[in-house]
């Protein structure tokens, strides 16, 4: 990269309470609480056998690894990220990832996590994730994505494949199946790395949000690394 991602799109802060209150403003519709945190999360991603290509890492698990003094002082950082998301009224879920499944339903428009995508909800919430190990996400700036149902090449061949006119069912096609979610980076655009160790706050297509959805997108993960994220 030869030049200096934007990062007009991001609110930074220095405490959690700050994290779930600040408001998105403006072009700000991701909020990041900024930490670098000690210990070996290394250690425990190692020492949680994984089957399949994820799952989830309950407290109880994690209490009965045997750690080291480093490995210890991982895991308090993720009881502690468990009970301040709780009590806030989230539900956090620590992910151990090998990778996602891939979407090759239709080769032109895969829907995956690996695509630039946006979250959508029915009532007012936030994606809230952190990575501790592993390949970090990525968001990228409204004003250098293009939703893809909008291209004009793309939506015609959506419309070969739903097969009728490009009308009000398609249109409800179109979001029933979550094409409306996606999108393409434009020519020249920088993605921000959301970094190890940051909890991160991305507004969602929501009611009430008040501002555009967050565009962002899963990393490809290194062969026979695993992630360790936090997300809700």
């Known amino acids: 990269m030869t ?59 994690l209490l009965a690894l045997d750690l080291s003094a480093e490995g210890q002082l991982a895991r308090e950082i993720l009881l502690n990220d468990l009970v301040l998301l709780t009590a806030h009224g989230a539900a956090p879920v620590l992910n151990l990832i090998r990778c996602y499944e891939r979407d090759e339903a239709v080769p032109f428009f895969p829907t995956d996590v690996y695509s630039w995508h946006v979250d959508r909800a029915p009532v007012p919430t936030d994606t809230i994730l952190c990575t501790y190990h592993g390949a970090t996400s990525d968001i990228l700036p409204n004003a250098q994505a293009e939703q893809k149902i909008l291209v004009p090449e793309i939506r015609a061949e959506l419309v070969q ?66 992630r360790l994220m936090l997300i809700c």
């Not at 020492?47 to 994820?54: C, H």
């Not at 006119?165 to 249109?171: G, I, K, L, N, T």
Request: proline share 6%; net charge negative; with cysteine.
């Open 3 to 61: 030049e200096q991602a934007s990062t007009e799109h991001i609110g930074y802060v220095s405490t959690f309470e700050e994290l779930v209150s600040r408001p998105y403003q403006g072009m700000v519709n991701a909020i990041c609480w900024r930490r670098e945190l000690r210990g070996d999360f290394a250690e425990i991603v190692a020492k949680v056998p994984l089957e399949g290509n994820m799952m989830v890492l309950e407290p109880e698990a």
């Open 161 to 226: 494949l739903y097969g009728g006119a490009d009308d009000a069912d398609f249109e409800t096609w179109l979001s029933d199946n979550f094409y409306d979610l996606h999108y393409r980076a434009v020519r020249g655009a920088q993605p921000v790395s959301l970094g190890q160790g940051h909890l991160w706050r991305l507004a969602v297509d929501c009611a009430e949000s008040g501002v555009p959805p967050c565009v962002h997108r899963a990393p490809v993960e290194a062969d026979g690394r695993v």
